[in-house]
C-alpha cells in the first residue's frame, strides 16, 4: 500500500524538485557557457572503438586475442532487432523522442532523490547521456557529471543519427566477464553472432547493462534469471511484445553456454607472438587497434607437443619416484561440482590428467577418482612404480591428483588409470617446417602458470653433444668423408690457452680403436670427436656452426667438441632443419600474415633464406644422422616406422639432455633439464633416455602411423650423391658376406671408396684398439714390431701377451659391459722377433717403472699446491690426476694416453687411410 505523503512532504518535494530542475537549467546554460571545456563529439566512429587483436592458427582458426577491451564491432544490420527493441525498453522507452535528455526521466529521479534523500538512487540517464558517460566522463554519480552527461548528450544528438547513436551505444556498452558490445557477448554467452539472438536470449543481454557482473548468468543464474523476466515485462509495458510472448519467453530456460574452465592452450606460443607485435607495433596497435594475425601454429602439432612433454616428464619422475602429494580444491569449488580445465578434450593412452580422488578405502586397498563424469578405482597396482604398498599413505580424499591414462573407451574417457608422477625437472619442445621455418609448435616449459621464462626460445643450456653435427659437417667441407677412419684412443689435447690438458671419455667409457666418421658420429663417442675437431682445425668448426644460425659465443678450445657452451633450442632445431632442407637455412618464425581490421595487409612474411651446405654436404649430413635413428644413440626411434634423422646430447653431470632430429619436412627439438640451476639430472639420464622418448611421443602423437593421414615421406637424395654398399665396420666397399653387415652409404659421385672390405681389414677391427696400430696381412698374420709390441704388452698388465716363441698374440679383454673378449692371432715374425722381443720387454717395464715413480712424484707436488692454495683458476675443482701433465696421464683402462697439441696451423691434420686393394 502506498503511504500518502504528508503536506510537510509534500511541501520538501516540490521545494527538492524546484531545486532538481533549477540546478539541471542553471547546469545547462553553464555548460553551454563553458563548452569550451567540454570533449568534441565529431569523431565518434564505431571502428574506431578499441578492438581486440584476434590471433588465428595457420588455418585460420580462432587462438587466442589481446586487448583492453574485448569487441566486435557489428553495425545494427547485424544485430538482432529482439536485443534492439529490448535494449530500448529497458534503457530509454523515449529515445527516439527526447533530445539527448529525457525531462519525464530526470523527473522521476527528481522523486526518488526527495523520496530517498540520496542522490542517484534512480537513474535519469538516457542512452545517449550512457554513451557520453562511457565515452568522455567517469562513473562517479555527482551533479556535476549528471550535467556535463547532458550537455555532451545533446551535442551528440545534434551531430549523429538515431540509429548512430544506438549502434555506437550497442558495440560500446560493457556486457561482463571483459566483453564488450553485443556480438562479443552473443558469442561469449551463447556462443552465436548477435543476428541470431533470440527473444530471451536478447532480454537477458539487454539486462546485462545495468550490473554486468552482479547478473551474470554464469555465477548469478537467479539474479539473471529474474532481470532477464524484468526485460520482458518492460517490453510488454512498452509495446513491443505481447503477453503471450513475454510467458513463453520467460519459460525459456538461460541458454547459456556451458563453459568449462578455459585451459591455456599453447601459451607459450602465444607470448612470443605477443612481444613479437609489441616489438613491431607499439601498445596502442597490439591492445587497441584490432589486428588480425595470422599465426603459423599447427594445432594438432601443437596438441601432440603439450600431451608428448608432459608424457616424457611423468617419466622422469617416475623412475627417481617423486611422488606427487595431492593438492586441494581452488577456493569456493566443492568435489560434487568441480570441473578441472584438462578435462575438456578427450583423452588418449599415456596422456597425462588430473583427477579428484573421491574415497579412498584402506580395507580393500582401492581409491574411487574422477576425472569429467568417469569413476574410475585405483589399485595398488596403479601406484605399484611408488614402491609404496598402502593406498593410503599416497592419495587422500577431496585432493587432486596427476594421473596418467592406460586405456580410454570409444569416446575418450578414461576407463583404466595409473597415479602420475611429480617431476621436478622441466623441458621444451619445438618444432618447426623445414622448408618455411614456421614454427609449428611450442612448448616453453613444464608450466606456463609457474614460469613464463619460454625455455625453448629464450635459455642458454650447453649444447653437449647436439653440436657434433657441425664438427662432422665442417669435417666434409673439407674433403672427408662418412668413411673416413679415425681413433678412438685414450687421448689428452694440450692447448696452450689453458694449463690443464683436456682428457674426455666416452660415455661408455671404452675404447673402440678405429672408428668411421659415421660410427663415431652415430654413437656419439666423444674421443673421436675431438680428435676430428683437432683434426680438422677449430675455426672450420665455429664457422660452420656460425653459418648455420648458431650465434652464441663459441671459443676455440678443444671441450667445443663436446658443445661445451650454451645454445638455444630454437637455433639447433633450426640449423638441423637446415640438412633436411638440402643446405637451405630458414629464419623461424611465428607470424605468416597481420591485417587491420578494415583487412589492409600490414605484414606477409616471405622465407628469410640462405644457402650455407651444398647439397651434398647436407645430403651426406643427413645420411650419418639417419644412422644415429637406425643404428646409434637414437635407434629406439626406429619405432615410428618413417625415415628420420637426429641427434643425441647429453652435458656434463647429466645437467642437460637434448634429442633434436627432423623428417623431410619437419624439424623438432626437445630439451629436457632444471630451468632455474645447473643441476643434475640424475645418473644415467642422457638424450636417448630423457628427451628421446618426448621426441617420439611427439612424432606418433602428431603425424600417427606412416599408413595414415600423414603418410611417410622419403628424403631428397641430390643427384650430386650417390649411394654404395659398404661394410658397416670398416667403411670399405662391400664384400659380400667376408666382412660383417652392410650399409649403403653416400658419397659425392667420384669420391666413393676404392679400397674393398677383406677379412683381415675385417679382422683388425675386431682386435683389442691397443693391437689395432698393426696391420693383418691377407694370410692372418699380424704385422707388429717386436719393440713396440712389447710396450703394449707390458701396459696391458697381463690382458695381452706373445705366446713363446713368438707365434702368436693372446688377449682376454674385458668391456665396459662386464664380459670378456678373448682370442689369438698368428705373428709374422721371423726367428730373431721372439728374442727381439723378450729384449724389448725388460726395457719396456723398465720405463713404465720410472714413469709410475714420476707419476707418483708429480701428483704429490700437484697435493702440496692444493694444499698451499697455489693453483691457477681452470686448475680449482679439480682432483689431483686431472692436474697431472699430458704424458704422465693414463687412460681409464691403465693404457697411457695420446697426446696430441691443439692444432692451430688451419691444416688439415693426416688421419689413418685403409691400403686400397
Not at 496 to 514: A, H, I, K, M, T
Not at 749 to 769: H, K, M, N, S
Not at 895 to 912: D, I, M, Q, S
Request: overall charge neutral; charged content about 25%.
Amino acid at each position: 500500500m502506498v503511504r500518502r505523503l504528508t503536506r510537510t512532504h509534500r511541501r520538501l518535494v516540490l521545494a527538492l524538485a524546484g531545486a532538481h530542475v533549477l540546478a539541471l537549467a542553471s547546469g545547462v546554460g553553464a555548460g553551454v557557457l563553458l563548452s569550451r571545456d567540454i570533449p568534441s563529439v565529431t569523431h565518434l566512429d564505431v571502428f574506431n572503438l578499441p578492438q581486440v587483436t584476434v590471433l588465428e592458427d595457420r588455418d585460420g582458426a580462432f587462438l587466442d586475442s589481446f586487448g583492453v577491451q574485448r569487441r566486435i564491432p557489428v553495425p545494427l544490420s547485424r544485430m538482432s532487432p529482439w536485443y534492439l527493441k529490448a535494449v530500448i525498453a529497458i534503457e530509454d522507452p523515449r529515445f527516439e523522442r527526447h533530445f539527448g535528455v529525457d525531462p519525464i526521466a530526470v523527473a522521476r529521479a527528481i522523486v526518488a532523490t526527495a523520496r530517498t534523500m540520496r542522490f542517484g538512487v534512480e537513474g535519469a540517464s538516457t542512452i545517449t547521456m550512457q554513451l557520453a558517460r562511457d565515452q568522455f566522463l567517469h562513473r562517479r554519480k555527482t551533479i556535476w557529471r549528471k550535467i556535463q552527461e547532458a550537455v555532451l548528450a545533446t551535442q551528440i544528438e545534434k551531430h549523429y543519427s538515431k540509429q548512430e547513436i544506438l549502434e555506437l551505444y550497442c558495440n560500446r556498452i560493457y556486457l561482463g566477464h571483459g566483453r564488450y558490445g553485443v556480438e562479443a557477448a552473443s558469442r561469449f554467452y551463447f556462443g552465436k553472432p548477435a543476428r541470431e539472438l533470440t527473444l530471451p536470449e536478447a532480454a537477458l543481454l539487454a539486462g546485462l547493462a545495468q550490473r554486468p557482473e552482479g547478473l551474470s548468468p554464469l555465477r548469478r543464474p537467479e539474479a539473471a534469471l529474474e532481470r532477464r523476466n524484468h526485460v520482458l515485462r518492460r517490453m510488454v509495458i512498452e509495446g513491443v511484445i505481447g503477453e503471450a510472448e513475454a510467458r513463453e519467453a520467460a519459460a525459456a530456460p538461460l541458454g547459456v553456454v556451458e563453459r568449462a574452465p578455459e585451459r591455456p592452450f599453447a601459451p607459450y606460443f602465444i607470448e612470443e607472438v605477443r612481444r613479437w607485435l609489441l616489438e613491431n607495433y607499439g601498445e596502442e596497435g597490439l591492445y587497441e587497434e584490432g589486428l588480425i594475425v595470422r599465426t603459423t601454429l599447427d594445432r594438432r602439432l601443437q596438441r601432440a607437443a603439450e600431451r608428448a612433454v608432459a608424457f616424457g616428464l611423468d617419466l622422469y619422475g617416475r623412475r627417481h619416484r617423486l611422488v606427487p602429494e595431492g593438492r586441494p580444491l581452488p577456493e569456493g569449488e566443492s568435489p560434487e561440482t568441480y570441473r578441472d580445465p584438462a578435462w575438456s578434450a578427450g583423452l588418449q593412452p599415456d596422456d597425462i590428467v588430473p583427477a579428484l580422488v573421491l574415497e579412498v578405502d584402506p580395507k580393500r586397498q582401492l581409491a574411487r577418482v574422477r576425472i569429467a563424469d568417469s569413476e574410475i578405482e585405483l589399485d595398488r597396482q596403479a601406484i605399484a612404480w611408488t614402491g609404496e604398498r598402502r593406498i593410503e599413505r599416497v592419495l587422500a580424499p577431496g585432493t587432486l591428483v596427476p594421473t596418467r591414462v592406460i586405456e580410454v573407451d570409444g569416446q575418450g574417457r578414461p576407463t583404466r588409470l595409473e597415479l602420475g608422477s611429480a617431476p621436478d625437472a622441466d623441458a621444451a619442445l619445438i618444432a618447426v617446417d623445414a622448408a618455411t621455418g614456421e614454427i609449428l609448435a611450442l612448448v616453453g616449459g613444464r608450466d606456463f602458470s609457474v614460469s613464463e621464462f619460454d625455455l625453448a626460445m629464450q635459455a642458454h643450456r650447453q649444447a653437449g653433444s647436439a653440436f657434433k653435427p657441425f664438427i662432422y659437417a665442417a669435417a666434409l667441407e673439407r674433403g672427408l668423408l662418412p668413411n673416413q677412419w679415425i681413433w678412438d684412443v685414450p687421448t689428452a689435447v694440450v692447448d696452450r690457452g689453458s694449463p690443464v690438458p683436456y682428457q674426455p671419455e666416452n660415455y661408455e667409457r671404452d675404447y673402440e680403436g678405429l672408428v668411421t666418421l659415421r660410427h663415431s658420429l652415430e654413437h656419439s663417442r666423444n674421443i673421436p670427436t675431438l680428435r676430428l675437431l683437432d683434426a680438422i682445425g677449430y675455426d672450420p668448426a665455429i664457422e660452420m656452426a656460425r653459418r648455420l644460425g648458431i650465434a652464441t659465443r663459441m671459443r676455440a678450445y678443444p671441450s667445443l667438441a663436446l658443445g661445451a657452451f650454451e645454445v638455444r633450442l630454437i637455433d639447433l632445431v633450426s640449423a638441423y632443419a637446415a640438412f633436411a632442407n638440402g643446405g637451405v637455412l630458414v629464419e623461424p618464425r611465428m607470424v605468416n600474415e597481420v591485417r587491420h581490421r578494415a583487412q589492409q595487409t600490414l605484414f606477409k612474411a616471405e622465407p628469410r633464406t640462405r644457402e650455407v651446405l651444398s647439397p651434398e654436404i647436407a645430403g651426406m649430413m643427413t645420411s650419418m644422422l639417419e644412422g644415429v635413428v637406425q643404428r646409434g644413440t637414437g635407434r629406439a626411434a626406429r619405432i615410428l616406422r618413417r625415415p628420420l634423422a637426429g641427434k643425441t646430447g647429453t652435458t656434463d653431470d647429466f645437467t642437460n639432455a637434448w634429442f633434436v632430429g627432423f623428417s623431410p619436412s619437419i624439424a623438432v627439438g626437445v630439451w629436457v633439464g632444471h630451468a632455474s640451476s645447473n643441476a643434475t639430472l640424475g645418473r644415467g639420464e642422457t638424450g636417448a633416455r630423457a628427451a628421446l622418448p618426448i621426441w617420439i611421443r611427439f612424432f606418433e602423437l602428431g603425424l600417427g602411423p606412416p599408413e595414415g593421414d600423414r603418410p611417410a615421406e622419403e628424403f631428397a637424395r641430390p643427384p650430386g650423391l650417390m649411394r654404395v654398399l659398404v661394410d658397416a665396420r670398416t667403411g670399405l666397399r662391400s664384400a659380400g658376406r667376408a666382412c660383417g653387415p652392410s650399409i649403403l652409404e653416400a658419397f659425392p659421385r667420384g669420391g666413393e671408396p676404392v679400397a674393398t672390405c677383406t677379412p683381415a681389414t675385417w679382422r683388425r677391427f675386431e682386435l683389442p684398439y691397443p693391437l689395432q696400430r698393426f696391420e693383418i696381412d691377407e694370410a692372418g698374420l699380424l704385422h707388429a714390431a717386436p719393440e713396440e709390441l712389447a710396450r703394449v704388452v707390458a701396459a696391458s698388465g697381463g690382458r695381452i701377451s706373445v705366446v713363446p716363441p713368438g707365434s702368436a698374440v693372446r688377449w682376454r679383454w674385458p668391456s665396459s659391459k662386464g664380459s670378456v673378449r678373448q682370442g689369438a692371432v698368428g705373428l709374422a715374425w721371423d726367428a730373431g722377433g721372439w728374442i727381439r722381443f723378450v729384449d724389448a720387454m725388460t726395457l719396456a717395464r723398465e720405463e713404465l717403472r720410472l714413469r709410475a715413480l714420476a707419476r707418483e712424484q708429480a701428483l704429490e707436488e700437484i697435493r702440496a699446491r692444493i694444499e698451499a692454495d697455489d693453483l691457477e683458476d681452470d686448475e680449482r675443482g679439480k682432483a689431483p690426476e686431472e692436474l697431472l701433465p699430458a704424458e704422465l696421464r693414463d687412460g681409464l683402462d691403465g693404457f697411457p694416453v695420446e697426446v696430441l697439441e691443439a692444432n692451430r696451423t688451419g691444416r688439415l691434420r693426416e688421419l689413418p687411410a685403409p691400403r686400397a686393394r
